[in-house]
């Protein structure tokens, strides 16, 4: 397991941006599939994006709702994910979570049962 720790939310008029970061130890991070979550009050936690590690390309997903206005990206060299948030709405607002794992297949890249790492959250609110 790797430990990790998700920062960059905060409050946003709607159309703005955010980038969010997660940042992991363990010197094998470079293998492992990144995902983001969020969860909003009274709802369940939903897939937002996730990158595989290098055996798997580095490929990037993205749930429906937020392709073409959000992107997900590594630096491995600073054990590091980021999710770049553009033309963010109200119903993006949510408690963002970072997961890791290691040899997450393909068909279960949006179950959040395949990550066995979390951060803590990040609240990201988007308002006028």
């Known amino acids: 397991q790797v430990q990790l720790v998700g920062t960059g939310g905060g409050l946003v008029q709607p159309g703005g941006s955010l980038r969010l970061s997660c940042a992991a130890s363990?010197?094998?991070?470079?293998?492992?599939?990144v995902g983001w979550f969020r969860q909003a009050p009274g709802k369940e936690r939903e897939f937002v994006a996730a990158i595989r590690g290098s055996l798997g390309g580095r490929s990037t997903h993205y749930a429906d709702s937020v392709k073409g206005r959000f992107a997900i990206s590594r630096e491995n060299a600073k054990n590091t994910v980021y999710l770049q948030m553009n033309n963010l709405k109200p119903e993006d607002s949510a408690l963002y979570y970072c997961a890791a794992g290691n040899r997450i297949i393909l068909s279960s890249i949006r179950s959040a049962g395949s990550y066995d790492s979390w951060g803590q959250g990040t609240q990201v609110t988007v308002s006028a």
């Open positions: 363990g010197s094998t991070f470079s293998t492992y599939t």
